[in-house]
């Protein structure tokens, strides 16, 4: 039990508390994931979450693919906004 615990005190020391979280990377990888269509849908419409579908297995994250679609930085961040995005109840089109 001491070799463990001592295995896992430095571990912690010298791996745990030196990381630091990538946000932008992580930002990327969840602005690239198709679940997120899911949730985007009932605001952008159906045809909109489609189109983005198609645009990410070409490689763009639902950030670009928005953007390619003539939404704006503003609306974007909006439709994207973490806040609203883990908010209960279901959004909807305004």
């Given amino acids: 039990m001491s070799l463990l ?7 912690t020391d010298l791996v745990v508390k030196g990381m630091v979280p990538n946000v932008d990377k992580m930002r ?3 602005e690239s994931s198709p679940s997120l269509i899911t949730v985007i849908s009932p605001v952008i419409g159906y045809d909109k ?3 983005i579908g198609r645009r990410l297995t070409r490689g763009l994250s639902i950030r ?7 939404y ?5 961040n909006d439709i994207l906004s973490l806040e609203k995005l883990i908010k209960p109840g279901f959004p909807i089109k305004s």
Avoid: C, N, P, V
């Fill in 5 to 11: 615990s001592e295995a896992l005190s430095k571990f």
């Fill in 28 to 30: 990327k990888y969840a």
């Fill in 49 to 51: 979450a489609t189109e």
């Fill in 64 to 70: 670009e693919a928005l953007r390619e679609l003539g």
């Fill in 72 to 76: 704006t930085d503003e609306q974007i």
